[in-house]
């Protein structure tokens, strides 16, 4: 790891990765509290992109959307 560190920094590729690492983090944290209304309306390659970065892959995903940030059907299920 401090061979990758010291990389990064003495090739001048830090300030990069830095920088891609923090749009990355403030892209995910403000797509997981938009509506299911807004998020329907970005085109479904890209949600999952984000949704990759976010560490929602496979069966995981956010509670009112899925992978591609449509609206989930809501499943009725009868409690007695």
């Given at each position: 790891?401090?061979?990758?560190?010291?990389w990064?920094t003495a090739?001048g590729?830090g300030?990069y990765?830095t920088?891609?690492?923090?749009?990355?983090y403030?892209v995910?944290?403000?797509?997981?509290?938009l509506?299911?209304a807004?998020?329907a309306?970005?085109?479904?390659?890209?949600?999952k992109?984000v949704?990759l970065?976010?560490?929602?892959?496979?069966h995981?995903?956010n509670?009112?959307?899925?992978l591609?940030g449509n609206e989930k059907?809501?499943?009725?299920?009868?409690e007695?």
């Amino acid at each position: 790891m401090q061979d990758i560190i010291t990389w990064l920094t003495a090739n001048g590729y830090g300030e990069y990765v830095t920088w891609a690492t923090m749009v990355c983090y403030f892209v995910t944290q403000v797509v997981a509290h938009l509506p299911p209304a807004v998020t329907a309306k970005i085109p479904d390659m890209v949600m999952k992109i984000v949704n990759l970065i976010a560490g929602n892959y496979k069966h995981s995903s956010n509670e009112k959307t899925d992978l591609a940030g449509n609206e989930k059907a809501v499943a009725n299920v009868d409690e007695n």
